[in-house]
């Protein structure tokens, strides 16, 4: 523990259970010093399991649909209540797709259930940005970061609707981490991160085999949820604050990636 976060302020979304990404940032951001406020949507809630988290680290939490206007303005003004002022960091931890769920493939998408894909796992960084800074809810240099896949840049597949989803969620960050920026020195990144074995993740069709692909494909091997929450710590401490506008791939060096001595002895068995 280096104290990175001491003094500072955040709200947690998407903490589901243990194994969630959001789930072990909480943990983290609270060893190194923070005080948070946890959110999730009153579905997720209502299975119980964030209380437990809630108590560990001594935050409350406020339900909140991210598709929900009301919602989200309930959660910014009670934050700032709870803190009595503005806050220094946001984890955008929420994914969801409509299509995926109802196993539709790609090429036959129900457009209505897209748009709701959309709002829940793209614009709702948009919609959360823009109701904290119209009550002047967020510091000077304070950090947001929201998880991204590198789906949003090639073709996995599998991965359907998701794909344009995080298309959308990474071009929110840049456009609004230029008006914030520039508002009040507030910045905003998305973390590309690698599969991981996740309520969300386990969603992807083929997922066991996607995961050991990844694997095999970077060199440092996948980066697990752990080693998430660590890198997402440093994005809300001081220590990165001219880092804004930016998808940084947290993935083992997957991305850069053309093909890997494990990969090329599994095609010539
Ligand atoms: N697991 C992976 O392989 C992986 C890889 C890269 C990026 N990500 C991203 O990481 C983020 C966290 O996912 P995770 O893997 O920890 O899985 P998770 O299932 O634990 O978390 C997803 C969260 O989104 C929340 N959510 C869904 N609809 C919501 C709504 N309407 N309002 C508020 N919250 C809502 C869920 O309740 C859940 O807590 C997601 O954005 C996901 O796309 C995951």
């Avoid at 998407?14 to 009153?42: F, Q």
């Avoid at 598709?67 to 984890?91: C, P, R």
Wanted: proline share 2%.
């Amino acid at each position: 523990m280096y104290n990175l976060l001491k003094g500072k302020k955040g709200i947690i979304f998407g903490a589901l259970d243990e194994k969630s990404i959001a789930w072990i940032t909480a943990l983290k951001c609270h060893e190194e010093g923070a005080e948070i406020v946890l959110s999730n949507a009153p579905v997720a809630m209502r299975m119980g399991a964030i209380n437990q988290l809630a108590e560990k680290i001594n935050a409350p939490v406020i339900a909140c649909d991210v598709s929900s206007a009301d919602d989200v303005e309930n959660l910014i003004v009670k934050t700032k209540e709870h803190f009595g002022g503005g806050f220094d960091f946001i984890l955008h931890s929420i994914g969801m797709s409509l299509n995926v769920r109802k196993g539709k493939h790609y090429t036959e998408i129900d457009y209505v259930h897209n748009l709701k894909t959309f709002e829940i796992s793209s614009m709702s960084l948009h919609r959360v940005l823009a109701t904290c800074m119209k009550h002047d809810a967020l510091n000077e240099w304070a950090s947001v970061v929201a998880l991204s896949y590198i789906a949003a840049q090639r073709v996995f597949p599998d991965y359907n609707e998701m794909a344009d989803a995080k298309s959308l969620l990474e071009s929110v960050a840049r456009s609004f981490g230029y008006h914030y920026g520039v508002k009040k020195h507030v910045r905003i990144n998305t973390v590309s991160q690698s599969p991981t074995r996740t309520t969300a993740g386990s969603g992807v069709k083929g997922f066991d085999g996607f995961i050991s692909y990844a694997e095999k494909m970077s060199p440092l091997g996948n980066a697990s949820a752990e080693d998430c929450a660590n890198y997402c710590v440093t994005l809300f401490s001081d220590l990165t604050k001219m880092v804004t506008m930016q998808n940084l791939f947290h993935d083992g060096g997957f991305s850069n990636t053309g093909v890997t001595g494990a990969v090329i002895d599994q095609m010539e068995k």
